[in-house]
C-alpha cells in the first residue's frame, strides 16, 4: 500500500503546525487512520468529546489541510463524514527545498464517499461482505453504510467527489494532476463488447471520456470476493486520466484541452471530481467502478498532485 506523506515547513506552514499542537487533536488523527472514515457523532463517542469541542477541533484540522469532510446524503437529512489523509507527517526547515517522492501527493478516495449522484437502474452498490440494501434502487446511495462500499454501478448517472486540495494549503505550483480507477462498462449479465462512454468532469468542466469496451465476467477478478456471483460484473481497466498545463491525457493519448488553469484547480480549497456517463454519450454503456477488495487492482478512486 502507498504511504501518503506530508512534508511541513514550520517556517511557511503555520496552520498546519497549529493544527498539530494538540493532544486532542492528534487523538483523533489517530483514531481516522485506525477506524476509517466516521461522522462528527461518532469521533465524539469514541473519544468522549462534546460534540461541539469535536467540531471544533475537526475544523482545525480540515482548515490546515490534514482530514478530508464530505457532507454526504443520509436517510435523513444529512452527515459530516471525516477522513484522515496522511499516514506520515514530517517537519523539516528545509521542506522546500526537497525533491524526492515528496514532491506527490496522493489521496485515495473510498468510492462510497461521493458528496452528488445520480444513478439509474440497473444499479448498486456493494462492500467486500455484501450487497449494501436494495438492488435497482437509486435511493440505496444514501444509505451510511456506502461508505464501506468497494463496487457500485449505474445505467445512467454519475457519482461526485471532493478532493482536498492540499496545493491550496501549502503554496505550492501544481505540475499536474492524475485521477485514477478501474472502471468499466455495465450491462445485466456481464457483456465483453458492450461499449461505454466514460466521462469525467473536475470543478463542474467536462474534461474528457475514455470508451470502455464492455462489462467482463468472463473470471473472477483477482481482488473480487468469492461470494459475488461470476455472472456479476468481475473486473474493469485501470485509467488514468492526467490534467496538465498542456491539456488533459488518458493513458498518454490527449482526449482534451482543458488543463490545470482552465479547470481552476489551483483556485480551491477541494478539487470536485465527477464520473459517469454524459447524456450526450455516443455508447451510453452504463459504468461500473471497482474499489478495494473488488476487480483486478486493489484500490480506492486515486487522486495524485505532482508539484
Not at 11 to 19: P, R, Y
Not at 74 to 101: H, M, P
Not at 148 to 176: C, D, H, S
Request: hydrophobic share 40%; aromatic share 8%.
Amino acid at each position: 500500500m502507498e504511504t501518503k506523506l506530508l512534508t511541513v515547513d514550520p517556517m511557511k506552514d503555520a496552520e498546519v503546525v497549529h493544527a498539530l499542537g494538540s493532544a486532542t487533536r492528534i487523538e483523533i488523527l489517530n483514531l481516522l487512520r485506525q477506524k476509517g472514515p466516521l461522522n462528527v457523532n461518532d469521533i465524539a463517542g469514541h473519544m468522549g468529546l462534546p460534540q461541539s469541542t469535536a467540531a471544533t477541533n475537526l475544523k482545525a484540522l480540515e482548515q490546515a489541510g490534514l482530514i478530508q469532510t464530505q457532507t454526504m446524503k443520509a436517510t435523513k437529512g444529512n452527515q459530516k463524514v471525516c477522513s484522515c489523509i496522511y499516514d506520515e507527517i514530517l517537519i523539516r526547515f528545509d521542506a522546500s527545498g526537497t525533491k524526492s517522492a515528496e514532491d506527490v501527493v496522493t489521496v485515495s478516495m473510498p468510492i462510497g464517499l461521493f458528496t452528488e449522484f445520480e444513478a439509474e437502474a440497473p444499479c448498486g452498490l456493494c462492500s467486500v461482505n455484501n450487497v449494501i440494501g436494495m438492488l435497482d434502487v437509486q435511493e440505496v446511495f444514501l444509505d451510511p453504510q456506502r461508505m464501506q462500499a468497494a463496487l457500485l454501478w449505474f445505467t445512467r448517472g454519475y457519482v461526485e467527489y471532493k478532493f482536498p486540495n492540499n496545493a491550496k494549503v501549502t503554496g505550492r505550483k501544481i505540475r499536474k494532476v492524475e485521477f485514477s480507477a478501474e472502471l468499466s462498462s455495465e450491462t445485466p449479465a456481464t457483456n465483453a463488447n458492450w461499449p461505454s462512454d466514460i466521462s469525467i468532469w473536475v470543478n463542474g468542466i467536462k474534461a474528457g471520456h475514455w470508451t470502455s469496451p464492455g462489462d467482463f465476467g468472463d473470471r473472477r477478478g483477482m481482488y473480487s470476493p468469492a461470494w459475488w456471483k461470476l455472472s456479476g460484473s468481475q473486473y474493469g481497466k485501470l485509467k488514468t486520466w492526467t490534467i496538465d498545463d498542456k491539456g488533459t491525457w488518458i493513458d498518454d493519448a490527449m482526449v482534451s484541452t482543458q488543463t490545470i488553469a482552465s479547470l481552476g484547480i489551483a483556485d480551491h480549497h477541494s478539487i470536485r471530481f465527477r464520473i459517469g456517463i454524459d447524456e450526450k454519450a455516443d455508447n451510453p454503456g452504463g459504468m461500473n467502478i471497482f474499489g478495494k477488495g473488488f476487480g483486478d487492482f486493489d484500490q480506492d478512486l486515486v487522486m495524485s498532485i505532482y508539484f
